[in-house]
RNA sequence: GGGCAAUUAGCUCAGCUGGUUAGAGCGCCACAUUGACAUUGUGGAGGUCACAAGUUCGAAUCUUGUAUUGCCCACCA
């Protein structure tokens, strides 16, 4: 017999590796006819420890996966970690400095060396993330597992930059870059966070014009003013007229330039550029061939064009170059606290240097990949593509576009598709190259002004690699089909990558990807970054829907952040005190996709006292069968559908329905819907009343058969306690519930009247509760019961012994033909129900109380009716005489549904 | 500045294309309790569904506007 309560750290562990050890997560195990269905899993960062983004993320695929699995399909996860440039070489760079007390890691160590500290590092937190994984129950498979530094993942992310590289989609270039002089590498536009500061913003003259700036230290190399064309104020200066101004290190010749990008409303309407260090001025200057000049050194100091302040970082020379620009009289006006957005960096924390320099890009408007384009694509910014079949040759951002356009992809919750376009629609170059050591280094070689390109190194002496890595995001972008390549093949360097695919097993059968599951503040990121590689490389999607989840917040709706410790929730104190199931279904009921949630202790100890519900609700079960000397593994058959009682009969109809709800609720992703119902089918109905009614009349046969359905179900939520049960009920022929098959409807037992029926007869039972609790009725007292109908008489009497026991209340007497209680409503229906009193009790205003009901069933009825005419449907649903176009015919049926609605109102 | 969303019980949230008396969990109140379960049961209190106008026989649901909150993007020299 099974322990008085569920206790899930006795369980997991050993459940989980009968599982791994079963094989079960392996797609070799499935139906080798199944329709191939594969999750990559996003790879958790090899920084160290899970946090409860990867639990939900975890949580959300296994249930899609298990899903999968048990309705046949060959089901394959991969499992995974990134090594997340930036941020783990960031990490280990403050371990070394914090406990080695090394300055500056970088230099003291140099390259080699470090890198070889990271990859110590990242070893050990991947083997903690394999087992925080597992501690979650997923259901990945293990043996397929994938690194983004793997040989095999290195080889596919270089020949794809050696590919993009020949095409001309990747090029090197002179940009403006987001410059993080803290950690001394450029970020990509995603990259960079803004921070609203109050500033000082200053006016100074300019020659004959005011100029303002809340930035004055780039001011040293401005030899341009720019106002725009149409701006009365400056007529009389043209475009490339000279003058001198006296400026902050002596006078300069100044230039005026005419440009549209200026706004007329803002200041003064004339402005300086400073090209090296703005990404707007970069773009006039690039409009009309101006000279850019550096101010601001790479270690974020001023340089020697700064005069007297060069070596000076900008803080302390800021008011400086004020304090001299005053002195000289050019200083107009400073305007305190002026608000305004500062670039900050997201890794590092520090602030951003725009900067210009030598980069590697990605070119996302250059028409140069073959895709399949069967419709013509018009959307903001987009050319129209010609009609036609085949594939013709289109830029990735085109791309980008078509596949979720034509819902090649797509996107959970769908409003995000709108987000997903307007990101398109303003996206620039991608910048993948950065300054630092741990990535995949870019295969450049460069040999005085020679440069080479390729997966090898070059012949002959005197070449450099390029020491630059490539941004996390662009290897880790192609990471659901990298993932399926065969290592071995990749060995191979004879074979080209389109060989090394055509040979890859994996690839050919589980590419592309059923669903990316991940949260939304990724989609950038990511999301769309690996539907540009992956459609670039491999001529596929990589998945077919995205599945987008949301945060996880504290209780107040705050996010929980490492450095308040307090609000962060840690899944394995969860898991150890509560168990991964009911984790599982705290994260995943109540929680829409794309909408942030919140998460608190006593929702998860709430889920887990459902869990303990489940485990008892089991060892009732399996009290009666032991009561009735049944095995329960031994049952297979259920008894005539003659023989059954009304609660067995509804019971099975119950679950019948429930099979279909769940099927289709899981097919559609609804997670949070389905797993309610679920919740609710186990409390309210399987144990509240169905386990009650079995009471001394258990069906031994029934009861183990809808048990063995719920825990199909829901095992796809709550693996471990349903596998845990399974074993005790199964059936003798049957294996581990994770292989198990889902449940298929069967036709023949359904029974609509008996669930029905039952539904009454709980009805008044509640009614009867109700009556006795407001009363305040002793038990035993009687009740009477009167009826119009005598079907419901005869129901009544059938349950009386359920009514005894649940209502504390006796049957007595039945009258059958009690008519005098009718009223206008019950004109409306032919099969009025019951009503019922108590003896001694009979109070007018309590009976009609317990009308209440029969007019909401009036109410109802009427109501359906009328919907059916109601104008906006009319012509799709409205009866067929009402029909046939004809205006009078309406009007007259609008004026039969006025009357129903005022006698609705009068009721 | 552009876009996306949210506003329903004390708290956290459901409520699909308009249609029974607006639901759940937690919390609260009362009662119960000795064989599935105190990680329990039964009953109850608690909501002018942010506000206003409109469409409709009928609106939490649709339309428009207002207010508040949150997020994303762009970025002001």
């Not at 800021?318 to 400073?334: A, F, Q």
Request: a neutral charge; one cysteine or more.
């Amino acid at each position: 017999m099974l322990e008085k309560a569920y206790d899930p750290k006795a369980t997991e562990d050993h459940i989980y590796k009968m599982w791994e050890q079963s094989g079960a997560f392996k797609p070799e195990s499935c139906d080798p006819k199944g329709e191939p269905f594969t999750i990559s899993m996003p790879p958790p960062n090899a920084t160290g420890q899970l946090h409860l983004g990867h639990a939900v993320m975890l949580a959300l695929e296994d249930i899609f996966i298990r899903f999968a699995r048990m309705q046949g399909k060959r089901v394959l996860w991969v499992p995974g970690t990134d090594h997340a440039s930036i941020a783990t070489e960031a990490v280990v760079i403050r371990k070394i400095q914090k406990e080695e007390k090394i300055a500056d890691p970088r230099k003291t160590l140099g390259r080699e060396k470090l890198v070889m500290r990271i990859k110590q590092f990242v070893e050990e937190s991947r083997s903690t993330i394999r087992n925080q994984v597992r501690k979650m129950g997923a259901s990945c498979d293990w043996s397929r597992e994938r690194y983004t530094m793997d040989p095999a993942l290195a080889r596919t992310t270089t020949e794809v930059f050696v590919d993009m590289y020949k095409k001309g989609v990747i090029y090197r270039g002179f940009r403006m870059v987001n410059w993080d002089p803290k950690l001394q590498t450029t970020l990509s536009d995603d990259e960079v966070v803004y921070e609203t500061r109050s500033e000082p913003f200053y006016t100074f003259q300019y020659g004959p014009f005011q100029i303002s700036t809340s930035r004055p230290e780039t001011k040293f190399g401005d030899k341009y003013v720019v106002m725009h064309p149409k701006d009365a104020r400056y007529k009389k200066y043209k475009h490339g007229d000279t003058f001198e101004a006296e400026w902050i290190n002596g006078p300069v010749r100044a230039t005026v330039i005419k440009d549209e990008a200026i706004d007329m409303e803002f200041g003064t309407g004339v402005m300086t550029i400073t090209p090296w260090h703005d990404h707007t001025d970069f773009e006039i200057a690039g409009r009309h061939g101006l000279e850019k000049e550096q101010v601001i050194g790479f270690d974020g100091k001023l340089l020697e064009i700064a005069g007297e302040f060069s070596g000076m970082k900008i803080e302390e020379a800021r008011p400086l170059i004020v304090e001299k620009l005053e002195k000289k009289g050019l200083l107009v006006s400073m305007v305190q606290a002026q608000e305004h957005n500062v670039a900050i960096s997201s890794r590092g924390g520090g602030l951003l240097e725009p900067q210009i320099k030598l980069q590697w890009f990605i070119d996302v408007n250059k028409e140069v990949v073959p895709w399949p384009s069967p419709l013509p694509v018009r959307q903001a910014g987009l050319a129209l593509l010609p009609k036609g079949e085949g594939k013709r040759l289109m830029s990735l951002k085109q791309i980008l576009h078509s596949v979720v356009h034509h819902k090649d992809i797509e996107i959970i919750p769908e409003r995000f598709e709108k987000t997903y376009f307007h990101w398109i629609d303003h996206l620039r170059d991608w910048c993948i190259s950065r300054q630092i050591w741990w990535g995949h280094r870019i295969p450049a070689w460069y040999r005085g002004s020679e440069m080479y390109v390729g997966v090898t190194p070059p012949e002959g002496d005197g070449w450099e690699q390029d020491s630059d890595t490539l941004d996390t995001w662009y290897g880790v972008s192609q990471w659901t089909w990298s993932t399926l390549v065969d290592p071995e093949k990749a060995k191979d360097s004879k074979l080209s990558l389109e060989q090394i695919l055509e040979q890859s097993p994996d690839f050919q059968t589980f590419h592309p990807t059923a669903v990316m599951e991940t949260g939304y503040d990724i989609l950038f990121f990511w999301v769309a970054r690996m539907i540009l590689m992956t459609t670039y490389a491999t001529g596929q999607i990589p998945f077919k829907t995205v599945y987008l989840h949301g945060l996880i917040r504290t209780r107040d709706g705050r996010k929980m952040s490492k450095s308040d410790p307090d609000t962060m929730i840690d899944p394995l104190d969860m898991i150890a005190k509560y168990g991964a199931d009911a984790l599982r279904l705290s994260m995943i009921v109540g929680q829409s996709p794309g909408a942030d949630s919140r998460l608190y202790e006593e929702k998860i100890a709430g889920y887990r006292n459902f869990i303990n519900k489940l485990w008892n609700a089991s060892r009732f079960v399996l009290l009666q069968c032991e009561q009735a000397k049944i095995d329960p593994q031994s049952i297979e058959k259920l008894p005539e559908a003659a023989l059954l009682s009304l609660a067995d009969q509804a019971a099975l109809h119950a679950s019948e329905i429930l099979v279909e709800e769940v099927t289709k609720g899981l097919e559609s992703y609804d997670l949070s819907a389905t797993g309610e119902k679920l919740y609710s089918f186990v409390w309210d109905f399987f144990c509240d009343w169905y386990l009650e009614l079995s009471k001394g009349t258990a069906n031994c046969a029934v009861l183990v058969h809808v048990l063995r359905r719920v825990l199909r179900l829901l095992h796809p939520y709550c693996p471990f306690v349903t596998e845990e049960l399974w074993s005790s009920v199964r059936p003798k022929a049957a294996g581990a519930l994770i292989s198990e098959r889902w449940p298929t409807t069967k036709q023949e037992r359904r029974n609509q009247k008996a669930f029905d029926d039952l539904q009454r007869v709980i009805d008044i039972i509640s009614t009867i509760r109700r009556l006795r609790a407001e009363q305040n009725v002793e038990a035993g007292k009687k009740v009477s019961v009167f009826l119009f109908s005598k079907k419901c008489a005869e129901l009544l009497l059938s349950q009386a012994e359920h009514i005894k026991r649940l209502a504390h209340l006796e049957v007595l007497s039945i009258d059958a033909k009690s008519g005098q209680q009718k009223n206008s409503a019950s004109a409306f229906l032919s099969d009025i129900e019951v009503h019922l009193s108590l003896e001694g009790l009979f109070d007018p205003a309590k009976l009609k109380e317990s009308l209440s009901r029969e007019q909401a069933d009036l109410t109802k009825y009427v109501q359906i009716q009328t919907t059916k005419l109601s104008n906006k449907n009319f012509v799709d649903r409205a009866p067929k005489e009402l029909v046939k176009g004809e205006k009078a015919k309406l009007a007259e049926a609008k004026e039969k549904l006025g009357k129903i609605g005022e006698r609705l109102r009068q009721l």
